[in-house]
């Protein structure tokens, strides 16, 4: 129990100092955003570009865009071999809590997939280091009422401003609190083709959300975001300066809520070693599809080796038996958004 008690301390006490820091804020550029915060954004056309966007160079940058009268920050990647003669994808890859988008950059191996396959990556930045995804999740822009689908489709929008960004090939995936609010950009947007979550869950009201494709990644082990939907070790029920309630209730069973709305066959399921993968192809050209890994705790399957402060905070390494930026990236390149 007194190990137990000092391990939830040293969480804890580590959430609070790095929940504390903001991101390093980048260079301005001026954008507007979407939709005014607390409102839904829709999928609209990208913004003319002006004379005011700067030119995104070769390579990783530091960006920013401005939403609901905030400066907000992101970082780009654009691989050297990338042609921009024609529309090309853009993913939207959102980290974790305590996380921000170099850190994301870092560690999921997305810079590497877009130069093989020829993509955009954008990297936001949660404020505080985490997302608002529900009126008590998660830390302070869920206390503060901070409106992030906004600002991630102004991102979208900033993005395709400055650069030719195919508008039926965009997509978001996330970890954690980022998966989280990839699901609310799904239930709150039509700016996706699909999304990708990994270890995360959907918190928080989406009454009517349009068929999209999902992928979803989850550890059987996950003690954050347990797979069977029970309170994760730092839950504290939304209450306090760093709210964090987590009840979206068994992973399986919010895959089947999304395979009905996209009125999916039953799927079929395949099992190698570790991962089972159960697949359902949905009218359209859709797919939902759930990824297992039996064993698996909070992480990132196939990314970099744990630093010392997710070591720290009690983070599990990465998972080797799947690589999830490329399963992820895999079933990105095969689902188009449909008009």
């Known amino acids: 129990m007194l190990r137990s008690a000092s391990?939830?301390?040293?969480?804890?006490?580590?959430?609070?100092?790095?929940?504390?820091?903001d991101a390093v804020r980048p260079a301005r550029e001026q954008a507007g955003s979407t939709a005014p915060p607390g409102t839904a954004p829709t999928g609209t056309a990208a913004p003319t570009p002006g004379p005011g966007i700067p030119a995104v160079a070769v390579g990783s940058s530091?960006?920013?865009?401005?939403?609901?009268?905030?400066e907000r920050t992101y970082r780009l990647y654009r691989p050297a071999t990338l042609s921009l003669s024609a529309p090309v994808p853009l993913v939207v890859m959102?980290?974790?809590?305590?996380?921000?988008?170099?850190?994301?950059?870092?560690?999921?191996?997305?810079?590497?997939?877009?130069?093989?396959?020829?993509?955009?990556?954008?990297?936001?930045?949660?404020l505080r280091r985490s997302w608002a995804v529900s009126s008590d999740c998660c830390g302070?822009?869920?206390?503060?009422?901070?409106?992030?689908?906004?600002?991630v489709s102004a991102t979208v929008a900033a993005i395709s401003a400055a650069l030719p960004v195919d508008p039926a090939r965009v997509y978001a995936?996330?970890?954690s609190n980022g998966g989280m609010l990839a699901y609310?950009?799904?239930?709150?947007?039509?700016?996706?083709?699909?999304?990708?979550?990994?270890?995360?869950?959907?918190?928080?009201?989406?009454?009517?959300?349009?068929?999209?494709?999902?992928?979803?990644?989850?550890?059987?082990?996950?003690?954050?975001v347990p797979y069977d939907g029970r309170p994760g070790k730092l839950d504290n029920g939304g209450t306090g300066p760093l709210p964090v309630k987590i009840d979206g209730?068994?992973?399986?069973?919010?895959?089947?809520?999304?395979?009905?709305?996209?009125?999916?066959?039953?799927?079929?399921?395949?099992?190698?070693?570790p991962v089972s993968t159960s697949a359902a192809r949905c009218p359209g050209g859709r797919d939902v599809?759930?990824?297992?890994?039996?064993?698996?705790?909070?992480?990132?399957?196939?990314g970099a080796p744990q630093t010392a402060a997710e070591r720290l905070l009690g983070l599990d390494p990465p998972a080797t038996a799947l690589a999830a930026t490329e399963s992820i990236w895999r079933f990105f390149s095969t689902h188009a958004r449909q008009s």
């Open 62 to 70: 530091a960006r920013s865009v401005t939403v609901g009268g905030r």
């Open 173 to 175: 995936a996330g970890m």
């Open 94 to 126: 959102l980290h974790g809590a305590l996380g921000n988008g170099r850190q994301a950059e870092t560690a999921y191996g997305w810079n590497s997939a877009a130069d093989r396959y020829g993509f955009l990556v954008a990297y936001p930045d949660g």
């Open 140 to 151: 302070p822009p869920a206390r503060d009422g901070i409106d992030d689908v906004a600002f």
């Open 249 to 273: 209730g068994p992973v399986p069973d919010q895959i089947d809520r999304w395979r009905e709305i996209a009125r999916c066959a039953a799927p079929k399921v395949r099992t190698v070693g």
């Open 7 to 21: 391990a939830a301390l040293a969480i804890t006490s580590a959430l609070a100092v790095l929940i504390g820091c």
């Open 289 to 302: 599809e759930l990824i297992t890994i039996a064993g698996a705790g909070h992480q990132w399957p196939g």
């Open 184 to 224: 609310q950009l799904a239930c709150r947007t039509t700016v996706f083709a699909a999304i990708g979550v990994v270890a995360g869950t959907l918190l928080g009201q989406c009454p009517s959300p349009a068929p999209i494709s999902v992928i979803h990644v989850h550890g059987t082990a996950d003690d954050v």
